[in-house]
């Protein structure tokens, strides 16, 4: 059985999760406002990918017979001054939501909570990845820089997504 506090610490990151589905959708509407494609595609499939993580913890606490309450998205930026800056932010981001998975992870650990402990290792092991694809984007922008002609095949590939 989960306890309260464990519980109230998940539907909040549901919260999280769902507050960062939207960022990446705003960012996929700020792109394509750009007529960037490609990026807008990339934070559209990112924000597909965070409702679903959203949906995983919703079920895992529906399993452990625990309420689900869904809260208000806290305001979050729409506009952007360019790709690097959105994958800046999305890497910060990404950071700051690795924070949250470890400091549910040590809760889970301190309260002896196993099932939570075991289903938090996705979410540890999927955050690793988040930030090395946010790198891997921010360093190839900034290699990029200025050429026009190599920012259009990057945005082409990353509408491959």
């Not at 690795?98 to 955050?127: C, G, P, R």
Request: glycine share 2%; aromatic share 12%.
């Amino acid at each position: 059985m989960i306890s309260k506090k464990m519980q109230e610490a998940i539907n909040a990151q549901i919260n999280a999760e769902m507050w960062s589905a939207y960022l990446y959708l705003a960012m996929s509407a700020d792109a394509a406002d750009k007529g960037l494609k490609g990026i807008s595609h990339w934070f559209r499939k990112q924000y597909n990918e965070e409702m679903e993580h959203a949906f995983k913890f919703m079920h895992y606490l529906e399993e452990q017979t625990a309420r689900v309450e869904l809260r208000a998205i806290a305001k979050f930026p729409t506009k952007w001054a360019n790709p690097l800056k959105m994958f800046e932010e999305t890497l910060k981001h990404e950071k700051t939501v690795t924070s949250l998975i470890h400091n549910l992870y040590a809760m889970a650990v301190a309260e002896k909570d196993y099932a939570s402990t075991i289903f938090l290792q996705w979410y540890v092991t999927e955050q690793v990845e988040e930030e090395a694809n946010a790198q891997e984007i921010v360093d190839a922008l900034k290699c990029i820089g200025d050429d026009k002609a190599a920012f259009y095949m990057f945005d082409k590939e990353l509408a491959g997504r």
